[in-house]
């Protein structure tokens, strides 16, 4: 009898470590899965995102951020160029959203003929580009500039233009790679 107990208590001991591993194993399987199906990511290249995103970060980008609703100011959006046969991911942030009047003057940028509060970058934007004059924004368009905006190729340059709706891949939310730089944006 001592001996039946007794296999009784190893068998359970091991069914509770077997369940445990099991679940752990289920929670990682959901968590690849969810970021599989839901979320892109991409290798940022260059400085223009510094100091928030660095040169050859792993960023991870939320598909399924903007099916519900639009990019907001200062969202760091990824998106891609129409008619440009290439995977190329940019990574920008928001500035100016659909229908409003962005210039950029006097190194500084104006939202509605407003200073733009709260930016991100207090730096002295040396290149105005094609916002020099003020730019009404269409119902779809978005003013997106790096935060390092000396060192950034943007909305201010003809080749990249105004990001369209149809154009953003999703919302990058998150810093997975190198290891020391993992966090939340």
């Known amino acids: ?59 991870l980008i939320n598909r399924f951020a ?34 409003e009047k962005v210039q950029i003057k006097d190194g500084r940028v104006y939202i509605n003929g407003s200073l733009l509060e709260n930016d991100v970058s207090q730096d002295n934007i040396l290149t105005s580009g094609i916002a020099s004059n003020e730019i009404t924004l269409g119902e779809d368009e978005y003013f997106v500039l790096g935060d390092n905006r000396n060192n950034s190729e943007d909305s201010r340059f003809a080749n990249i233009g105004m990001v369209h709706e149809k154009d953003i891949v999703g919302s990058v939310w998150f810093i997975m790679n190198p290891l020391k730089r993992v966090k939340l944006l």
């Open 66 to 99: 903007y099916a519900f609703c639009k990019p907001k100011r200062f969202n760091i959006i990824a998106f891609q160029l129409p008619d440009v046969k290439s995977n190329k991911v940019y990574v920008k942030r928001v500035i100016g959203l659909p229908g």
């Open 1 to 59: 009898m001592v001996t039946f107990q007794r296999r009784y208590q190893e068998n359970k001991k091991l069914l509770k470590i077997f369940k445990t591993v099991a679940d752990v194993l289920i929670v990682i399987l959901f968590a690849y899965s969810l970021t599989l199906f839901t979320c892109d990511r991409t290798i940022v290249t260059g400085s223009s995102m510094q100091p928030v995103i660095e040169n050859e970060d792993t960023v």
